[in-house]
């Protein structure tokens, strides 16, 4: 994955980088956008994701058939996603169609129609979906910890939206929404494959010269002030508890990012893993457990995650935190850490050999720190991590006053029990 992407900034603000990937038929175009779940209030939570639906419910030029037609008529796909701080549109198809395919992604990002019976439609698909997740508790238990982890603050509350606030919402307040935050400044074109970049950089002047320079989109920072142990538990006649454990972690541009990536490796990133080790081959206590890192702009979350058996939960509790101790106090092996790295920098290559994947890469590392790497750049960053490095950052997050423990089963051990078992030492 050698070679350099390319970047052009327009007048306007807006940022296009693209890389050319030869002997790949494939291009993956995506349009970024600096909004997400992050940027709203408690009155307009869900706006983004919303927001995100009815894009593809028709534009200026293309109705909701005709933008997935022309995709899917190309052989081609189109998707979408919001997170916290980001909203993301779409496509992977054969190179030779770019043309066609920016011009429905721009369309649609620019020039959507917004049809005021799609509005009332989608709020009631998404308030669907807002009761399947709440069905779904290996999801849920997410959400709980979230609330945790950030209290009375956006990036605690849903990405989806919740109920009240979605019903509240008119084609007007999600006009306007758009009109605030969908702005050069805060947009990025990224390209990747079969990419011919004078073609791309005229056609992305032609569709997007349009637009007016405005601000760059901001959020509030973060308040962590957590000074002990906090627990949520969720009564639920389940078959198993579903545990997430979390912590306050790194920020997305922090200088031992990799070594918390590595650290989740060792933890609970696959079957090789200590926690997939000790707690299902060795205790049979459950059958999903893992480890999940997450970054944002000013902070981060380290979770782990586990269904249990009912009546083993404080067995797997006690051992879940025992593994955090030992990779907190004691060093790991160069062995360990070798495996660690490896697995890393393979999964990363594996993944970048992927047309879209590669692209969602630099695309979300340009459109949240203004930043491509090349997979040279990561391999030395990442060969520069040490043990030590990885023992810092554990005792850095994997503290008594910084663990949240949220809980989703037929719990009728009393919340004392397991509070009492939150003990790192």
């Known amino acids: 994955m050698s070679g350099s992407y390319k970047k052009r900034v327009l007048g306007n603000g807006l940022k296009l980088v693209a890389k050319s990937i030869p002997g790949r038929q494939s291009l993956a175009l995506g349009i970024w956008i600096k909004v997400g779940g992050r940027y709203e209030a408690n009155s307009n939570k869900g706006a983004s994701h919303f927001l995100e639906h009815l894009l593809f419910?028709?534009?200026?030029?293309?109705?909701?058939?005709?933008?997935?037609?022309?995709?899917?008529?190309?052989?081609?796909?189109?998707?979408?996603?919001?997170?916290?701080?980001?909203?993301?549109?779409?496509?992977?198809?054969?190179?030779?169609?770019?043309?066609?395919?920016?011009?429905?992604?721009?369309?649609?990002?620019?020039?959507?129609?917004?049809?005021?019976?799609?509005?009332?439609?989608?709020?009631?698909?998404?308030?669907?979906?807002?009761?399947?997740?709440?069905?779904?508790?290996?999801?849920?238990?997410?959400?709980?910890?979230?609330?945790?982890?950030?209290?009375?603050?956006?990036?605690?509350?849903?990405?989806?939206?919740?109920?009240?606030?979605?019903?509240?919402?008119?084609?007007?307040?999600l006009r306007l929404f758009k009109e605030k935050y969908y702005t050069p400044a805060n947009i990025v074109v990224t390209a990747c494959g079969l990419c011919d970049w004078n073609k791309l950089d005229r056609l992305v002047g032609r569709f997007f010269s349009c637009l007016k320079k405005k601000d760059l989109n901001s959020f509030s920072p973060v308040q962590e002030a957590q000074d002990s142990p906090q627990l949520k538990l969720s009564y639920d006649d389940t078959e198993q508890t579903h545990i997430a454990l979390g912590f306050h972690s790194l920020r997305r541009?922090?200088?031992?990012?990799?070594?918390?990536?590595?650290?989740?490796?060792?933890?609970?990133?696959?079957?090789?893993?200590?926690?997939?080790?000790?707690?299902?081959?060795?205790?049979?206590?459950?059958?999903?457990?893992?480890?999940?890192?997450?970054?944002?702009?000013?902070?981060?979350?380290?979770?782990?995650?586990?269904?249990?058996?009912?009546?083993?939960?404080?067995?797997?509790?006690?051992?879940?935190?025992k593994e955090l101790k030992k990779i907190r106090d004691v060093l790991i092996s160069q062995g360990e850490f070798k495996r660690a790295k490896e697995f890393y920098l393979g999964q990363l290559m594996i993944a970048l050999e992927d047309t879209l994947d590669h692209m969602l890469w630099f695309g979300e590392t340009t459109a949240t720190i203004d930043k491509v790497y090349?997979?040279?750049?990561?391999?030395?960053?990442?060969?520069?991590?040490?043990?030590?490095?990885?023992?810092?950052?554990?005792?850095?997050?994997?503290?008594?006053?910084?663990?949240?423990?949220?809980?989703?089963?037929?719990l009728k051990e009393g919340e004392q029990r397991i509070y009492s078992r939150l003990q790192l030492g």
């Open 253 to 321: 541009d922090h200088r031992l990012k990799h070594a918390l990536n590595i650290m989740h490796i060792i933890l609970g990133a696959n079957m090789s893993s200590r926690l997939f080790n000790e707690l299902r081959e060795k205790k049979g206590l459950a059958y999903e457990i893992g480890t999940l890192p997450r970054c944002y702009h000013d902070t981060g979350s380290f979770t782990v995650h586990a269904g249990v058996d009912n009546n083993k939960v404080i067995e797997a509790v006690a051992l879940i935190l």
């Open 374 to 410: 090349t997979l040279e750049e990561i391999a030395r960053e990442v060969n520069s991590a040490t043990p030590e490095d990885i023992r810092q950052v554990a005792r850095d997050i994997f503290k008594e006053n910084n663990l949240n423990l949220a809980l989703i089963g037929p």
């Open 57 to 173: 419910k028709g534009s200026r030029r293309y109705s909701c058939r005709k933008i997935k037609e022309s995709i899917e008529g190309i052989g081609g796909s189109l998707n979408g996603f919001t997170s916290e701080e980001l909203t993301c549109f779409f496509v992977k198809i054969p190179g030779r169609y770019l043309e066609t395919a920016l011009d429905v992604l721009s369309d649609m990002v620019i020039y959507p129609s917004l049809p005021a019976s799609e509005v009332e439609k989608e709020k009631t698909v998404i308030i669907e979906e807002i009761k399947m997740y709440k069905d779904q508790p290996q999801s849920h238990v997410y959400e709980l910890l979230d609330e945790l982890l950030w209290p009375k603050q956006p990036l605690g509350a849903p990405v989806i939206g919740r109920v009240e606030s979605l019903r509240r919402m008119k084609r007007k307040d």
